[in-house]
């Protein structure tokens, strides 16, 4: 009785892991256009076009990691960090306007009744 065990990949990007195969192809299948009067920045190991260098930056720590240079690793973790910040801002303005919206509408329910 044979077993079907997969035989590793030889690509520098492929995961250990099966379960990872999909966040992968989610990171990496995502299609990207630039506005034909804006400046491109293009990936050094796939070419595909960016409309900032910081997408590009992002782009290189999420899908090429395993060929990223100390230096290359170090922007991405910058990019990584600006990127989580303006996403915690956002966050915490949506949930205070929210809260808002819940509180206006429970002010004028108690008004109207």
């Not at 997969?6 to 099966?18: F, K, L, N, Q, V």
């Not at 491109?40 to 595909?48: A, E, I, L, P």
Request: hydrophobic content about 40%; proline content about 7%.
């Amino acid at each position: 009785m044979s077993t079907n065990t997969p035989s590793p990949s030889t690509e520098p990007d492929s995961p250990a892991d099966p379960s990872d195969a999909i966040s992968v192809a989610q990171r990496t299948d995502v299609e990207t256009a630039v506005p034909a009067e804006a400046p491109v920045y293009r990936c050094d190991y796939c070419g595909r076009p960016f409309a900032t260098e910081s997408y590009r930056t992002l782009h290189h720590g999420l899908a090429h990691e395993g060929v990223l240079t100390d230096e290359g690793r170090e922007a991405f973790e910058a990019a990584y960090e600006d990127e989580n910040a303006s996403l915690r801002r956002f966050r915490i303005i949506a949930l205070g306007l929210l809260v808002l919206l819940y509180f206006g509408f429970l002010f004028v329910f108690a008004v109207v009744t």
